[in-house]
């Protein structure tokens, strides 16, 4: 099997539920999840200064 024809059958495999599923969930907002991920880094963030102080 060839690098081009195994890739042919991932790709046709991958796009056989595309037309039943749109691929995009209407409860992932990608504002808020974008949004929910930077506040927790920032969290994180606060989290690790106050724990890495010299003291």
């Known amino acids: 099997m060839s690098l081009t024809s195994t890739a042919h059958s991932l790709v046709l495999l991958a796009s056989e539920g595309a037309e ?20 927790i880094l920032l969290l994180m963030l606060w989290v690790t200064t106050r724990l890495n102080r010299d003291r």
């Open 20 to 39: 039943q599923h749109g691929g995009n969930h209407d409860s992932l907002n990608p504002y808020v999840t974008g949004g929910g991920a930077f506040v």
